[in-house]
């Protein structure tokens, strides 16, 4: 096989797994007991459990593979911030390619060395109730149904 077909055949397999994996994807609610925050989490694909994240309250996982991880967690906010005041003193990195910002979450996302980073975060009592999730960018589009549920579930 000719070497540009031989890379080409490398990189069509390395999708095979998340691909395969996200057609049979099983997916239960994860509770942080302390604050009440839910999330519907995959954890077919998020099957390593990485431990309590900084910061805050919660847990981060990985993918077996270690290519893409999530953080569930509850970041205190004592002064009830609103969600755009909140990011603004989280000091987010410049080149962020989407915000949105409502009275009741933030979501912002954007690409850092061939890596999505997504993070969306609820306004709680006291708390911000976040999920934050990184994944290569050349698997945008195996992730979008993935990130797009963990987004949409994610309560205080």
């Known amino acids: 096989m000719p070497a540009p077909y031989f890379c080409a055949a490398l990189v069509a397999l390395s999708f095979v797994p998340t691909l395969a994996i996200a057609a049979n994807t099983e997916w239960r ?3 942080i007991a302390s604050t009440g925050t839910s999330v519907d989490m995959p954890v077919s694909i998020f099957t390593s459990d990485a431990g309590p994240p900084e910061g805050g309250t919660g847990r981060r ?3 077996e593979d270690r290519r893409a991880d999530l953080t569930v967690q509850s970041v205190p906010n004592p002064d009830n911030d609103s969600p755009a005041t909140f990011l603004a003193k989280q000091n987010p990195p410049a080149g962020i390619i989407y915000k949105r910002i409502t009275s009741d979450f933030f979501v912002v996302s954007s690409i850092r060395k ?5 993070n969306r975060c609820n306004r709680g ?9 990184n994944y290569p960018a050349a698997e945008k589009r195996q992730w979008d149904g993935v990130v ?3 987004s949409q579930t994610l309560r205080n």
């Open 114 to 118: 061939d890596r999505i980073w997504y």
């Open 61 to 63: 996982f990985f993918t």
């Open 148 to 150: 797009t549920r963990i």
């Open 29 to 31: 609610p994860y509770v």
């Open 125 to 133: 009592n006291g708390t911000m109730n976040c999920v934050m999730i």
